[in-house]
């Protein structure tokens, strides 16, 4: 008999010290969080002011995914404290059902209406160390009226609770606020739980208020999640300036990656912004007066097909030995473009008449014409012309001018 009594006393023992266990098992640690840093150079205020109102009744005692749902509500605020930016703006943070030994209220402020900071705001949350009471939310909404009242711009109030238990009267607080403060009031509840009936009265608390959102508290705790929650009820990003790309020729091409700059108006370019040069002479188009030019051919600034060497001396249309290299080339070129014609245009300097320059020019072509006709080209293929005096290509005014001008210039035919 005495062995039953102390075996039974050993287990009643062994089931308190269980049970007590079971009570005191240790919450499911919250993900590990690292404030994301918002610089608040890039974005402004949504709302001057913020009020937080917190549930701190005895529902909230309850456990939800691990937790006690007080703690979730706790870790919830704290992580948006750390979060939010300090701009300037005004905030506050009030709680309701509390522990009576906290405050004998139904509702109290924690913290505020303020300056805010992050360390002033810390404290205030710091104050509510416990659960226990009713669920007054009306009567700390009705309160916030008084908190508000007065504050220029907007405000943006955050309701955490998990919605249990509270009063018929709460939405009709919810719209006297509303009512009072219009479109500068957005509300912002956050729910803790899963209860189906706190779920609706929050959306329906979202809906009254008109341009806040229903925050899940438990799904908002990562720091990606947190920074989200802050941007989109309390800031507002500032709009990103345009990048201007300087095009100081205005071609279209950036100057950055303009490799000829300072191209003059309406002329086409290519990518790199340069002026095009259709036939690879050296002379871009809109400056070469020769298009068409064969590839090898020599030019001059013009783009036009010159015999560099070729210069003629005064009032002689004879070919010198130091220009036989450059019909060479020309001999060359034909050769490759069979189907190329070529006309022969023969120019002098301004000493002598038109009528005798005229003739002059075209016994210098005529001489080109021969000299290539013995290298193989069939005569057919080339045609001779004569410009006098009239087409110079340097000024008449110098000796070294004139010799420019007293030249043979080839002008291509394609077929």
Avoid at 9 to 25: K, R
Avoid at 295 to 307: D, R, S
Avoid at 315 to 343: C, H, Q, R
Wanted: proline share 6%; hydrophobic share 35%; charged share 20%.
């Amino acid at each position: 008999m005495k062995n039953l009594i102390s075996k039974s006393l050993f287990i009643a023992v062994a089931m308190f010290f269980m049970v007590g266990c079971a009570a005191q098992s240790p919450q499911k640690p919250f993900a590990n969080f690292s404030p994301q840093s918002l610089d608040a150079s890039q974005y402004t205020l949504k709302h001057n002011n913020f009020l937080v109102v917190m549930d701190g009744s005895s529902s909230m005692e309850e456990k939800f995914d691990g937790n006690q749902k007080f703690d979730i509500a706790k870790e919830f605020v704290g992580r948006m404290n750390q979060t939010l930016p300090v701009m300037g703006q005004i905030g506050g943070l009030r709680s309701f059902g509390h522990k009576p030994s906290v405050s004998p209220e139904p509702t109290m402020m924690l913290y505020g209406m303020e300056a805010y900071t992050t360390e002033g705001f810390a404290n205030g949350l710091s104050k509510l160390s416990g659960t226990g009471g009713t669920s007054p939310l009306y009567k700390s909404l009705n309160s916030s009226l008084g908190d508000i009242d007065g504050k220029s711009g907007t405000t943006g109030l955050v309701i955490v609770s998990d919605a249990k238990n509270l009063s018929p009267k709460t939405t009709s607080s919810v719209k006297a606020l509303k009512d009072k403060f219009g479109d500068t009031l957005c509300i912002y509840p956050v729910l803790v739980g899963d209860d189906k009936e706190g779920k609706a009265l929050m959306q329906q608390i979202s809906d009254i208020g008109g341009c806040g959102f229903v925050t899940d508290a438990s799904t908002a705790l990562s720091t990606e999640a947190m920074a989200n929650f802050v941007k989109n009820a309390f800031l507002v990003e500032k709009p990103v300036a345009p990048v201007v790309i300087k095009d100081s020729d205005n071609d279209g091409v950036p100057d950055d990656r303009d490799k000829c700059p300072d191209t003059p108006p309406g002329v086409e370019v290519d990518a790199d912004g340069c002026p095009l040069d259709t036939d690879g002479d050296g002379v871009y188009d809109y400056l070469d007066k020769c298009p068409g030019t064969p590839t090898g051919a020599k030019v001059n600034p013009m783009g036009c097909w010159v015999l560099g060497d070729l210069l003629f001396d005064f009032n002689k249309s004879d070919i010198k030995p130091a220009g036989y290299a450059d019909l060479d080339d020309v001999v060359a070129i034909l050769n490759k473009n069979p189907n190329m014609k070529v006309v022969l245009q023969g120019h002098t300097d301004s000493k002598g008449t038109d009528a005798y320059n005229q003739a002059l020019s075209m016994r210098r072509s005529q001489s080109v014409k021969t000299y290539l006709v013995n290298k193989g080209i069939n005569a057919d293929r080339l045609k001779c012309e004569g410009f006098g005096e009239s087409m110079p290509a340097a000024s008449n005014d110098t000796e070294f001018g004139r010799s420019l001008n007293r030249r043979v210039q080839l002008m291509p035919v394609v077929q």
